[in-house]
C-alpha cells in the first residue's frame, strides 16, 4: 500500500510516499537510465516523471550504481524482496550491530589478528609459502603462509593497492576491471526530544520517500528509512546513492544536513534539526573505496563473480562481490569466506597427507637402499624368506 501525502511548496507540490520493498517489487519496472527516459516521454504533467526519477534514484541506492550503468537485464529493483522463503524483518538491538557481532566471532582469535595493519604485497610464485609484505604503524613486516584469503573489497583490488607477484590472470583481472562498485551513503539522525516525531511512526511506516519538482533534486536525499520503533529514540537514515552519493562526499556534514532538513521540512514544517547526526562516505575510506559491487549493463555477473572468486594458486578470493546470488549483503560475504576456509582446510589437509606419503616413500627408498648395500643382511633376509616358504608348502 502506498501513502501519499500532497503539501505546497513554493507553488509546486510535492508527493511524500511511505512504501515497503514488496511494494516496490511490483510496481516498479524500470532500472535504468535509457529504460526510465523512453519511458518518461509519454508523459507531460511533472508527476510521473518526478515518480520515474525517484525510481532512478531507488534504484541506485539499492544496488549502488549510477542509473545509466545497471543493467535493465540483470536488474529488477528489490528483486530479493520475496525470494527469501520467509517474512522479512528489521531487526536491531540497542548497543548490538555487526560491529559488536563481528567483535563477539573473532574474539577467540584476537591474538591472531592484527589491526591498524595493511597487506601491501602478496608474492605467490614460490611453490612453498606465499609472502606476504604488511605494514604497521609505517613499519613493513612479512609472513610466509601456505594459503591465502583475500577478503578485501572490490573497490580495493580496483584501485590496485595490494600489488600481486606474479600478476593476476587476465580473466581474473578482466573481472575485477570491469564489474561494476558504487557507492550508496547514509545520513544517520537522532532526536533526544521523544516529541520530536513529526512523522508517522506506525507498524508500516519504515521507509518514506519524497518525489521532488525538478531534476536536479531528484535523487538527492529523498529516500528516508525510520527504525525509530527499534530505537525507542525518534531517529531517521537519509540515504543516497550513484552519482549523487559521490557528489555529496564533497561537501560538508553542515552543508548535508541542510540538504535533508529543506526536503524533511518540505512535508513536515515542524521537524529540528537533529542533535544527533552521523554521515558516512563510504567512496573515500581507503580500506573500502565504496560501498557493494552491482551487476554491471554488458557484463555477464555471474560469470564476473565465479571468475572473482576463483582461486589462483593459493590464494583464494572471498567477500560479497564473489556472491552471485547474495552480492551486496553481509551473508554473502559471510558464505563466500566460509566455503574459501573449508576449500583452504581441504588443501592444507591434502598437502599434508602428500608430505606424509613422501616421508614414508623416503624412509622405506632409505631402508631399502640400506639393505642393498648391506649383503650379509640381504642373505639372511632371503634365508628366512626361503624357511617360511618351506614351512607353508609342509
Known amino acids: 500500500m502506498i501513502k501519499a501525502i500532497s503539501v505546497s511548496k513554493h507553488d509546486h507540490q510535492l508527493i511524500f510516499f511511505s512504501v515497503t520493498p514488496v511494494v516496490l517489487n511490483d510496481i516498479i519496472l524500470f532500472t535504468t537510465k535509457g529504460a526510465a527516459e523512453k519511458y518518461k516521454s509519454r508523459f507531460s504533467h511533472w508527476r510521473p516523471i518526478q515518480y520515474i526519477n525517484l525510481v532512478l534514484a531507488a534504484a541506485s541506492i539499492d544496488y549502488t550504481g549510477r542509473s545509466n550503468e545497471l543493467s535493465l537485464y540483470e536488474h529488477k529493483l528489490f528483486d530479493n524482496a520475496g525470494d527469501w522463503g520467509s517474512q522479512q524483518h528489521y531487526m536491531t538491538v540497542p548497543s548490538v550491530g555487526f560491529g559488536n557481532t563481528a567483535a563477539t566471532f573473532a574474539a577467540p582469535f584476537s591474538s591472531k589478528i592484527r589491526l591498524d595493519t595493511k597487506v601491501t604485497k ?19 613486516y612479512e609472513v610466509a603462509a ?25 580473466w581474473k583481472q578482466d573481472a575485477i576491471d570491469n ?19 513529526v512523522w508517522p511512526n506506525g507498524p508500516d511506516d519504515k521507509w518514506f520517500q519524497i518525489v521532488t519538482p525538478d531534476d536536479e533534486t531528484s535523487g538527492k536525499w529523498t529516500t528516508f528509512f525510520n527504525p525509530t520503533v527499534y530505537k525507542s529514540i525518534p531517529t531517521l537514515e537519509g540515504w543516497i546513492g550513484g552519482q549523487e552519493a559521490i557528489d555529496m562526499e564533497a561537501q560538508t556534514d553542515e552543508e548535508i544536513l541542510d540538504n535533508i532538513m529543506t526536503n524533511l521540512r518540505s512535508i513536515f514544517p515542524a521537524i529540528t534539526r537533529p542533535d544527533r547526526v552521523i554521515i558516512s562516505r563510504w567512496g573515500q575510506e581507503p580500506n573500502i573505496r565504496g560501498t557493494y559491487c552491482f551487476k554491471q549493463v554488458g557484463r555477464h555477473f555471474s560469470d564476473d563473480t565465479w571468475y572473482l572468486q576463483e582461486n589462483v594458486g593459493r590464494m583464494w578470493f572471498a567477500g560479497e562481490a564473489t556472491s552471485s546470488s547474495s552480492y551486496g549483503t553481509a551473508q554473502g560475504a559471510w558464505k563466500s569466506g566460509d566455503k574459501a576456509a573449508r576449500e583452504m582446510k581441504a588443501e592444507l589437509r591434502r598437502r599434508l597427507e602428500a608430505r606424509a606419503t613422501q616421508a614414508e ?26 624357511l617360511l616358504g618351506l614351512l607353508l608348502v609342509t
Not at 606476504?132 to 604503524?137: H, K, L, V
Not at 639393505?371 to 624368506?385: D, E, F, G, M, V
Open 179 to 197: 564489474m561494476g562498485f558504487g557507492v550508496t551513503n547514509k545520513c544517520y539522525m537522532q532526536w533526544n526530544d521523544l516529541n520530536a516525531t
Open 122 to 140: 602478496i608474492n605467490h610464485e614460490n611453490s612453498g609459502n606465499a609472502i606476504i609484505s604488511f605494514t604497521t604503524n609505517g613499519v613493513e
Open 361 to 386: 616413500t623416503t624412509s622405506w627408498m632409505s631402508n631399502s637402499a640400506g639393505t642393498i648395500a648391506n649383503p650379509s643382511c640381504l642373505i639372511k633376509r632371503w634365508y628366512l624368506a626361503l
Open 146 to 170: 601456505e594459503t591465502v584469503l583475500v577478503t578485501v573489497s572490490l573497490g580495493v583490488l580496483k584501485a590496485g593497492t595490494i600489488k600481486f607477484t606474479p600478476h593476476l590472470p587476465s
